[in-house]
T-cell receptor, first 110, second 113 residues
Framework: TQLLEQSPQFLSIQEGENLTVYCNSS?????LQWYRQEPGEGPVLLVT?????EVKKLKRLTFQFGDARKDSSLHITAAQPGDTGLYLC??????????FGAGTRLTVKP | DAGVIQSPRHEVTEMGQEVTLRCKPI?????LFWYRQTMMRGLELLIY????????DSGMPEDRFSAKMPNASFSTLKIQPSEPRDSAVYFC???????????FGPGTRLTVL
């Protein structure tokens, strides 16, 4: 059974600070997705990474896929209160299994 | 498009009662997924359909849970009988054939007393 570990579980920062959240597995991902979920809503896809070493940017968010395709990170620059939410990674494995991480709950204080 | 529609948004029931959750996927999407989210276990895939056919139900916790998709625009997840440990938010999601983007509904918050 492939497991995804996300860290940290909780993160509370001030507006303007930078942060990084991580998603790791002992197995190789075929691809990986990052989602953001706001209270009372379903997750919304932010990005999909497929190639080892790949870096994608979405405004102030930078997503990186590890060279070995076993890990990924999400970096937010100059966080804003609107970034508050639950960030989930979803890993796809070569046996067609797909799992979500437990999530990082981010709070950005004004 | 209205997105994925789920009903009801909230359901409170007593242990032993039958619960039916409903989902209308985005028109034209070939895949439909049912998930359950709890603080303890996170977001778990229960079952998914392709062209109305159940493909993988290995995530369905036990025989009390069943899901159907009688047509391309409607799916149900039924719990009978319900138990307090079934309390969670249940999400439905859909996606098209040539895309990796799943679109989630707003969820149904189920509370079993």
């Amino acid at each position: 059974t492939q497991l995804l570990e996300q860290s940290p579980q909780f993160l509370s920062i001030q507006e303007g600070e930078n942060l990084t959240v991580y998603c790791n597995s002992s197995s190789v991902f075929s691809s990986l997705q990052w989602y953001r979920q706001e209270p009372g809503e379903g997750p919304v896809l932010l990005v999909t990474v497929v190639t080892g070493g790949e870096v994608k940017k979405l405004k102030r968010l930078t997503f990186q896929f590890g060279d070995a395709r076993k890990d990924s990170s999400l970096h937010i620059t100059a966080a804003q209160p609107g970034d508050t939410g639950l960030y989930l990674c979803a890993g796809f494995f070569y046996n067609n299994d797909m799992r979500f991480g437990a999530g990082t709950r981010l709070t950005v204080k004004p | 498009d209205a997105g994925v529609i789920q009903s009801p948004r909230h359901e409170v029931t007593e242990m032993g009662q039958e619960v039916t959750l409903r989902c209308k996927p985005i028109s034209g999407h070939d895949y439909l997924f049912w998930y359950r989210q709890t603080m303890m276990r996170g977001l778990e895939l229960l079952i998914y359909f392709n062209n109305n056919v159940p493909i993988d139900d290995s995530g369905m916790p036990e025989d009390r849970f069943s899901a159907k998709m009688p047509n391309a625009s409607f799916s149900t997840l039924k719990i009978q009988p319900s138990e307090p440990r079934d309390s969670a938010v249940y999400f439905c999601a859909s996606r098209g054939l040539y895309t990796d983007t799943q679109y989630f509904g707003p969820g149904t918050r189920l509370t079993v007393l």
